[in-house]
């Protein structure tokens, strides 16, 4: 099975999927109209789309409604306008759904946090339309430049968030 969410960096939100049992996860593009937009294009807000992470997952292994917490409690939910140091549109929080059922999944997700924390929440839960993926020195970004990760990290805030 796939999911895909826009939290932000999607350097930074990675890796903790893959400690959860998800089998791949790729750095892409989604949610814009613009066909196989660039990481500069997007980065300089020109496409409409967002950094999105793409999950390919066992569901016998990870649930969806798992992979929504892990999603959630490694993002800034309340958060309007990017995430953390990354501002602007294509830093923005969403959930991309293949169906009702991880439509529903996701509302529900969000009205619990909104109900428990009292305050908004900036996730947008929008039908899935594509998905382009990023340049391949984006994959993996962790592994392949762990010093310059770490350095993302900590300027982001991030490290602090949790």
């Avoid at 791949?24 to 500069?40: I, L």
């Avoid at 169906?99 to 999944?105: L, N, R, T």
């Amino acid at each position: 099975m796939k999911a895909y969410f826009a939290g932000g960096c999607f350097w930074c939100i990675t890796p903790i999927f893959k400690i959860y049992g998800v089998d791949k996860v790729v750095s892409g593009y989604s949610g814009g109209v613009e066909k196989n937009p660039s990481y500069e294009a997007v980065k300089k807000q020109k496409t409409g789309h967002r950094e999105t992470i793409m999950l390919d997952y066992d569901p016998m292994v990870v649930s969806y409604d798992k992979l929504l917490e892990i999603f959630i409690d490694n993002v800034d939910p309340f958060d309007s306008e990017g995430q953390f140091i990354d501002r602007g549109h294509s830093y923005t929080l969403a959930v991309y759904y293949n169906s009702e059922e991880e439509k529903k999944a996701a509302l529900e997700h969000i009205e619990k946090l909104k109900s428990e924390s009292g305050k908004e929440v900036y996730i947008s839960v929008e039908p899935f339309t594509g998905f382009y993926e990023a340049e391949e020195y984006h994959q993996d970004y962790y592994l392949k430049n762990p010093e310059e990760f770490e350095k993302e990290m900590e300027e982001s805030g991030r490290k602090k968030h949790k």
